[in-house]
């Protein structure tokens, strides 16, 4: 049982590059997140969907996109990367129903993206 | 603002026992959450807390108190695996999770 997975684990990549980071859940939980986590900080909210079909902007939602079109896929987009979107960026999940309800987070591991 | 406040580092024996803070401000409350996060990995979820009192898990215990914007997570007989960061977040009245800055708990022997 996988869980969550993201992909790719670590990526460098130039300022001014398009990057998608890929998640893919086999939960079939309704609801999934994607966090930065920076030093210092705690995880801050990039975009998040309760449903196949629907997305939200959380804290942090400039420069970045996703979208959801099936239950397990949640990839996050970044349009032209610049060097402030350097972090570790986590793809989480919950079995929730209504919006933000949500009992226990699954995390996947993670994705470091170092932009230059 | 909503501010989740706990300590940045902690330091602590084996086989002891030691309980790390969390304070927070937020706009309304659906519950407290403890995660626990191995360096380079993903945070795993511990505790979640949405009435006062304690909550028992094995070696790991978790408190809230509503009125006083406080919680704590308790660690018994502390294991050098033990050693992670310990991130508290909060639900708030959109149910949307606050997250503290996490807490570095070092064990030593």
């Known amino acids: 049982i996988a869980g969550i997975t993201q992909a790719p684990t670590s990526q460098i990549l130039a300022a001014g590059r398009r990057m998608t980071l890929r998640c893919t859940q086999d939960m079939r939980h309704n609801a999934m997140y994607w966090y930065r986590q920076d030093l210092g900080l705690g995880l801050r909210l990039i975009h998040y969907s309760n449903t196949a079909g629907t997305t939200g902007k959380g804290e942090v939602p400039d420069g970045y996109s996703v979208s959801r079109a099936n239950t397990d896929d949640f990839p996050l987009t970044l349009a032209s990367a610049v060097p402030s979107q350097t972090s570790v960026y986590f793809c989480?999940?919950?079995?929730?129903?209504?919006?933000?309800?949500?009992?226990?987070?699954?995390f996947g591991e993670g994705s470091r993206l170092t932009v230059l | 603002g909503q501010n989740i406040d706990q300590p940045t580092e902690m330091t602590a024996t084996e086989g002891a026992i030691v309980q790390i803070n969390c304070t927070y401000q937020?706009?309304?409350?659906?519950?407290l959450f403890w995660y626990q996060q191995h360096a380079g990995e993903a945070p795993t979820f511990l505790s979640y807390?949405?009435l006062d009192g304690l909550e028992e898990k094995g070696r790991f215990s978790s408190f809230l108190s509503r009125s006083k914007g406080y919680s704590y997570l308790l660690l018994k007989e502390l294991q050098m695996k033990d050693s992670a960061s310990y991130l508290c977040?909060?639900?708030?009245?959109?149910?949307?999770?606050?997250w503290g800055a996490g807490t570095k708990l070092i064990i030593k022997p």
């Open positions: 937020t706009s309304g409350f659906n519950g």
């Open positions: 977040a909060v639900m708030d009245s959109n149910y949307q999770l606050i």
């Open positions: 807390n949405v």
């Open positions: 989480a999940s919950s079995d929730s129903s209504t919006e933000f309800t949500t009992g226990e987070l699954f």
